[in-house]
T-cell receptor, first 113, second 116 residues
Framework: EAGVTQFPSHSVIEKGQTVTLRCDPI?????LYWYRRVMGKEIKFLLH????????ESGMPNNRFLAERTGGTYSTLKVQPAELEDSGVYFC???????????FGEGSRLTVL | AQSVSQHNHHVILSEAASLELGCNYS??????LFWYVQYPGQHLQLLLK??????LVKGIKGFEAEFIKSKFSFNLRKPSVQWSDTAEYFC??????????????FGKGTMLLVSP
């Protein structure tokens, strides 16, 4: 069974540019989460989808971040325009049950110069 | 809101030494607790979890953790570490965020380096 896949694994962009990160969850997992880890800090929750609906987006830093999950399958996280402080590793995770084990992707490392 | 604190950010051990990584969580009603591990170049993966029942939980690769409700702790242990245990370890709890919804909250992580 395929795990959670994320693309790209690493992206280097300049301040002010736009980046879109993609996450393909495990097939059949309705719950999809985005997390971010800024260097030296803890892994922080960004948002949670149940199917195509945003269940909780309280962790999104600001309106430069937009997440979508059209059709309830894969999800994208767009940062526009990117700022220096957006650099970090963006993790996607999926789960079958709320509160159960989360299965993580390998993360997308974003570097904003 | 839930919070998780890990006592050590870096731990260095020799092979065969015993390991204990501390984790404390803030009270938030029903507690689901987890330890995740990230080996170099790999994704986060689950070591073990506690939902209810026996407070001593056994996980993969010889790891175990003990849930002590009175101390709000969920420490990770391994009697004898191996070089291959070199990784970053994260304690996490499933509980309410400031928004009132429940999600997984992580500690800052502990980097374990095991020297051969």
């Amino acid at each position: 069974e395929a795990g959670v896949t994320q693309f790209p694994s690493h992206s280097v962009i300049e301040k002010g540019q736009t980046v879109t990160l993609r996450c393909d969850p495990i097939s059949g997992h309705d719950n999809l989460y985005w997390y971010r880890r800024v260097m030296g800090k803890e892994i922080k929750f960004l948002l949670h989808f149940v199917k195509e609906s945003k269940q909780d987006e309280s962790g999104m830093p600001n309106n430069r971040f937009l997440a979508e999950r059209t059709g309830g399958t894969y999800s994208t996280l767009k940062v526009q325009p990117a700022e220096l402080e957006d650099s970090g590793v963006y993790f996607c995770a999926s789960s079958q049950d709320r509160g159960g084990e989360l299965f993580f992707g390998e993360g997308s490392r974003l570097t904003v110069l | 809101a839930q919070s998780v604190s890990q006592h050590n950010h870096h731990v260095i051990l020799s092979e065969a030494a015993s390991l204990e990584l501390g984790c404390n969580y803030s009270y938030g009603g029903t507690v689901n607790l987890f330890w995740y591990v990230q080996y170099p170049g790999q994704h986060l993966q689950l070591l073990l979890k506690y939902f209810s029942g026996d407070p001593l939980v056994k996980g993969i690769k010889g790891f175990e953790a003990e849930f002590i409700k009175s101390k709000f702790s969920f420490n990770l242990r391994k009697p004898s570490v191996q070089w291959s245990d070199t990784a970053e370890y994260f304690c996490a709890s499933f509980g309410k965020t400031d928004s009132g919804y429940s999600t997984l909250t992580f500690g800052k992580g502990t980097m374990l380096l095991v020297s051969p």
